[in-house]
């Protein structure tokens, strides 16, 4: 099949909603073989009837659960062979401001929205670098960040820290990972109205922050499918450490 990214393997984590699902939509139709997870696997069973079970194939995971990861790997590679392209994107945020939020959903945030991030990088690298040059050189990494990594969404610190460490975390180990030529990217949206922001986008504090920003709209479910497949393609070659801030003007 003929694409933007044709003859590649790419996981996405988080795709059975939201972001996550259309990059996976996105990357098949330019010709990805997708592996999608998550934790609701009869979602994931949806997309691939949807996709096709010979380009599309779905794996039940907990991404905070290093075992998961690594059996998610090892079944994307039994299916597909090795995992080139990687879509870092499972996430979450949260309702309560600091001073009425529990520590505990601290470390549940922080855990899903960082390390899991982390540790789905860094074994999609180690299987990358044990494969040779000609494998790792082809490896593209992209996390999923946010606006709210660089601006102050009010009253979640927890996720805006979350966003900024994942932004900071890309670039570290794109260093880390340049002299293996894997490229490490991160994409950050602003508001995109999915299930993570539907309640609060339709609520009176999401209207009233909508209609500040500059354009007074949230953006389309496609607003990011060529930023993604960018920094996917062979085409992004010398492109990695970034983040690119799809916003539509929203934090400016
Ligand atoms: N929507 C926006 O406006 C916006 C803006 C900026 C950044 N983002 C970021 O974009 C990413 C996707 O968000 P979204 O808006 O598409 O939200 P969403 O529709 O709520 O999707 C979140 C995804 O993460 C998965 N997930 C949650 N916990 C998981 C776990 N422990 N293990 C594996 N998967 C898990 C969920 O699947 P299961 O529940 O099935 O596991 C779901 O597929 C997130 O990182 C978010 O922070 C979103």
Redesign the pocket.
Known sequence: MAGRVAGRVALV??????????FAQVLAAEGAKVVV?????E??DGLVKEIGADRCFAVR?????EA?VIAMFDAAEAKFGLVDTVIN?????HANDALTQEISEVRKIMD??VT?VWCVAREAARRLIKAGPSKSERGRIVN?????GRHVVPFISA?NA??AA?AHMTRSLAREWARYGINVNAI??????????DEW?NGENGQKTIGKTPRRR??DEDSLDEALLFLCSDNAKFVTGSDVLVDDAQTL
């Open positions: 984590t988080g795709a059975s909603s939201g972001l996550g699902k259309r997870a998550a934790r609701r696997k979602r994931l995971c907990d991404v905070t659960d998961q994107n499972a996430g979450m945020t899903l929205n899991s999923t960040a946010s606006m709210a996720y979350s966003k994942v950050s949206p602003g508001y995109v109205a999915t299930e993570l922001t986008l949230v953006m």
